[in-house]
């Protein structure tokens, strides 16, 4: 919404006054002055009028490191989901406003984000953003090493319609593999192996963009992320 409009929804006052504390630089918008009515804000924004600070919520960005086993979900009856791991570490925080930006399998482990921020989510979780996300792969039996030209050209999904962006994969052993993939379609990595009949036996993803799964960060815990990480991917 406009700071303006948000300004005499908020404190109901006229859009003369409004105008007026403008003008008179009356309006801080976080921590800067702000002239422009027009300017957007959302429910994050710190806006002080005359000094005085209005309500705000706090935005949340935590990265996880996922352990196998944990739903990525907010609430289930049968399984501990990330949300409860997040309140057994941060029991003050409030957690009912926070979910995931991309989720991750049950058995999967490694990097999962979680914010409050709706829109920064939805932002890296669109398809046409092409975020890289890394895995370590291991499979069941034998990768077939032309496997990495066939995933470099782009797989063909039928459920979806979509061909998959050219991927990138680093075999390590025989059954093992470091694959990027510029997609979050439903278990894609297994997918892709089921091409040639080879179960992921096990699956961790080590990066998402900029982020990398900090090898401190034990399984289970979650660290907020930094300014430059939120802005940068
Ligand atoms: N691809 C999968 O198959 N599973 C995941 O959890 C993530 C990517």
Redesign the pocket.
């Known amino acids: 919404m406009r700071l303006d409009r948000y300004l005499s929804k908020t404190l109901r006052v006229s859009n003369k006054q409004v105008k007026q504390w403008l003008e008179c630089d009356q309006i801080t918008l976080d921590d800067a002055p702000c002239k422009q009515g027009e300017t957007l804000v959302n429910r994050f924004s710190r806006i002080q009028v005359e000094g005085r600070p209005l309500a705000h919520d706090t935005p949340l960005y935590l990265l996880m490191h996922k352990p196998a086993g944990v739903l990525s979900a907010t609430k289930d009856r049968e399984h501990t989901t990330v949300i409860e791991l997040i309140e057994a570490q941060y029991p003050h925080l409030d957690s009912s406003d926070l979910h995931l930006a991309g989720?991750?399998?049950r058995?999967?482990t490694g990097l999962l984000l979680l914010t409050n921020d709706g829109a920064w989510s939805k932002a890296l979780t669109r398809p046409e953003q092409k975020i890289p996300?890394t895995?370590l792969v291991t499979t069941e039996h034998p990768i077939p090493p032309e496997a990495v030209e066939r995933f470099a050209q782009g797989v063909w999904f039928d459920k979806e319609g979509v061909t998959t962006a050219p991927a990138q994969m680093q075999l390590l052993s025989d059954t093992r593999a470091r694959l990027t993939?510029y997609e979050?379609?439903?278990?894609?990595?297994?997918?892709m192996f089921a091409l040639y009949h080879n179960p992921?036996v096990a699956?961790h993803?080590e990066r998402m963009g900029n982020l990398v799964l900090d090898s401190e960060l034990a399984e289970g815990q979650c660290r907020p992320l930094s300014r430059q990480e939120i802005e940068g991917i």
């Open positions: 989720r991750l399998d058995a999967t996300k895995y993939i979050g379609m439903h278990h894609q990595v297994k997918r992921v699956l993803r």
